[in-house]
Nanobody, 117 residues
Framework: QVQLVESGGGLVQAGGSLRLSCAAD????????MGWYRQAPGKQRELVAA???????KYVDSVKGRFTISRDNAKNTVYLRMNSLKPEDTASYYC???????????WGQGTQVTVSS
């Protein structure tokens, strides 16, 4: 397993930007597919963006063109760059690691993102 620690959340005005980071404690990180999820109060957790161990990415439609997921295997870290933030992006954001069978092996503790209008 790998332990994940998110950082970078905060309060930002609509239209602003944030960059979330998720640091893993082991270099085996490079073998995992990584995802950023979010959960708003009263809503189900949703996958926002994902990046495979090989670097392929995908996004939920609501963030396409605004969010960018990337990874730095040398730093055991995955990032989520969020631009043009909207109030509806307000949520707790979590990173997660999964293996090639889509089995979730680890979750981070989450970081809060609040976008004011």
């Amino acid at each position: 397993q790998v332990q994940l620690v998110e950082s970078g959340g905060g309060l930002v005005q609509a239209g602003g930007s944030l960059r979330l980071s998720c640091a893993a404690d082991r270099s085996i990180f490079r073998l995992y597919n990584m995802g950023w999820y979010r959960q708003a109060p009263g809503k189900q957790r949703e996958l926002v963006a994902a990046i495979t161990s090989g670097g392929s990415t995908k996004y939920v439609d609501s963030v396409k063109g605004r969010f960018t997921i990337s990874r730095d295997n040398a730093k055991n870290t995955v990032y989520l760059r969020m631009n043009s933030l909207k109030p509806e992006d307000t949520a707790s954001y979590y990173c997660a690691a999964s293996d090639n069978n889509d089995y979730l092996v680890s979750w981070g503790q989450g970081t809060q993102v609040t976008v004011s209008s």
